[in-house]
C-alpha cells in the first residue's frame, strides 16, 4: 500500500449480530473499501482470525465490537504487520472468567434445543443496552439478528469466547494508531477492561460514549461513527 492509497476497513460484529450493528458507519466511510466478516464458521479464535485473513486486503484497519473486538486481538496476534489500525469497542482482552465459562454449556444446550429466543430475551438483552426511546427497536434488531443467524451459530460462538486466549500481549505489541471505545453504562466490558487496553496501547484514544451500554453504534451513532471516522482519519 502506498502513502496515496486509501487504507480499507474491516468490520467485525458482536456475538449474535450482523452487518446491521454497525448502523450508518459504513455510509459515512463509503469513500475507502469496507469489508464485514461474520465471526460464524468455526468455534476458535485462532480459525475465525484465520478466516478472515484469507479474504482480508494485504493491509487494513480493522474494527471490532464486543466479540468482534476479540477475533481482532486474534487477527492482530496472527498478522500484526498487516493491521495498520486497530479500533477495539465494548471488548476484553482478557480470557473468559472461569464463572462465565462455567454458564456457557447450558446456554449452548438451551440453545440448540429450541430455546435460542428466550437466551437471547432472557439472558443477554436484558445486559446490552443503557435506558432510552430507542431501546425497544435496538432490542428488536438484536434478537432479529440472533435469529437470522440460528442456534448452531450461537453453539460455535458460546465455544469460541469460552476457549479464547488472553490477548494482553498482542495488544502490548501493537504500535499503530488505536481506538479504544465504550459505551459509558457498559456493563458487561467495564470501564477497568477499556483502561486496562488503553494501558496496554499508550498511543490509543480513550473514548466514552455517553447514553450507550454494550452497542454505543446503534445506541448512539452520531458520536460513535465521529469517534471511528477520526481513528480512520488522523
Known amino acids: 500500500m502506498t502513502p496515496t492509497q486509501i487504507l480499507p476497513v474491516v468490520l467485525i460484529p458482536g456475538m449474535m449480530c450482523d452487518a446491521r450493528m454497525w448502523g450508518g458507519l459504513a455510509v459515512h466511510i463509503a469513500s475507502r473499501p469496507v469489508g464485514h466478516f461474520l465471526p460464524t464458521e468455526a468455534d476458535s479464535m485462532s480459525v475465525l482470525a484465520d478466516q478472515l485473513l484469507k479474504d482480508a486486503p494485504e493491509h487494513f484497519a480493522l474494527a471490532g465490537l464486543s466479540m468482534g473486538g476479540i477475533v481482532a486481538m486474534e487477527v ?58 430507542d431501546k425497544g427497536a435496538i432490542l428488536d434488531l438484536c434478537l432479529d439478528m440472533a435469529l437470522s443467524l440460528g442456534p448452531e451459530v450461537f453453539a460455535r460462538q458460546s465455544r469460541a469466547l ?32 477499556h483502561q486496562l487496553m488503553h494501558r496496554l496501547m499508550p498511543q490509543s484514544r480513550l473514548i466514552l460514549i455517553a447514553g450507550a451500554a454494550h452497542l454505543p453504534t446503534l445506541e448512539n451513532p452520531k458520536d460513535t461513527i465521529a469517534a471511528l471516522i477520526r481513528w480512520l482519519e488522523d
Open 76 to 133: 492482530v496476534r496472527q498478522a500484526p504487520d498487516r493491521v495498520k489500525r486497530l479500533a477495539l469497542l465494548d471488548t476484553n482482552p482478557c480470557a473468559e472468567a472461569p464463572e462465565v465459562q462455567a454458564k456457557r454449556q447450558g446456554q449452548i444446550n438451551r440453545a440448540l434445543s429450541g430455546r435460542l429466543a428466550v437466551v437471547i430475551k432472557t439472558e443477554m438483552k436484558p445486559n446490552y443496552l443503557a435506558p432510552g426511546p
Open 162 to 193: 469460552r476457549d479464547r486466549p488472553d490477548q494482553q500481549q498482542t495488544l502490548a505489541a501493537f504500535q499503530g494508531p488505536a481506538l479504544v471505545l465504550m459505551g459509558q453504562q457498559d456493563r458487561l466490558c467495564p470501564l477497568t477492561r
